[in-house]
């Protein structure tokens, strides 16, 4: 119930006013069934708008630490994860990967749903579209479901870095045809067989956003920056 309050009710109606959305290929999404979704990922409001745009529910795997906050601010972040679909994964551990399987093909094989993962792992820093991890390969070759590709376009314009209030856009969803893996049967475990599907859903993404890619990770390039030292002036350095 919550979901779809908070999709035409409490959120829906602003998400719509302020990003002015639009969804191209919806009918390449199965009006029933359990399908993967793959997206890229700009921007934290990419979590709303594909809920918002895409008729059936769809479900989200989320980092475990959404759910733990302490405090009135943790219960309620808690429950408004809870109630928007996002399912908790550990990602510490070795076990972190086997449990995101786990999780996932629970919605998938159980529950005939639809499940959404960023392959990239985390938001791009710079909109380029960065190397997909090969988690969600795994996840398609072991369940057999189809791949359904969306490049979420103009997320990342709403509210930039360093900004507090959003910035009104326009907001395009490009959902590609569905990525059928069927010829990788019983491959899965594979790590050659995961990095080609996972290359292919990034090159679907790529041609359907039109970013740039980026052969690295967005998550080391990201350590990268925060282990960099900060320049310091050196005389005659412009002020």
């Known amino acids: 119930m919550w979901y779809y309050l908070f999709k035409y009710v409490f959120m829906g109606p602003g998400l719509r006013l ?85 999780a996932g093909k629970r919605v998938l094989e159980e529950d005939g749903r639809l499940l959404c993962l960023y392959p990239e792992g985390t938001r791009s820093p710079d909109g380029r579209l960065y190397k997909g991890k090969t988690g969600l ?19 990342d314009r709403i509210n930039p870095p360093g900004t507090i209030l959003p910035r009104p856009t326009r907001i395009v969803l490009r959902v590609g045809k569905p990525l059928d893996f069927a010829r990788y049967e019983g491959m899965a475990g594979n790590r050659f067989i995961e990095r080609a599907v996972t290359d292919e859903i990034m090159y679907s993404l790529m041609q359907l956003g039109g970013q740039q890619y980026v052969d690295v990770y967005a998550a080391s390039l990201k350590k990268s920056a925060e282990a960099a030292p900060t320049p310091t002036a050196e005389p005659g350095d412009a002020a």
């Open 137 to 155: 390969a795994r996840m398609a070759l072991e369940t057999g479901v189809p791949v359904i590709p969306i490049a979420m376009v103009g997320t």
């Open 18 to 102: 302020m990003g002015r959305p639009r969804i191209e290929g919806l009918e390449n999404i199965p009006a029933e069934g359990p399908a993967l979704i793959a997206s890229n990922h700009l921007a934290v409001v990419d979590s709303f708008y594909l809920p918002l745009m895409v008729p059936r529910r769809i479900f989200f795997l989320a980092k475990s630490e959404y759910f733990t906050e302490p405090g009135i601010k943790g219960r309620f972040k808690k429950w408004f994860f809870s109630a928007s679909g996002q399912i908790p994964i550990d990602r510490s551990g070795a076990s972190a990967a086997a449990g995101a399987l786990s």
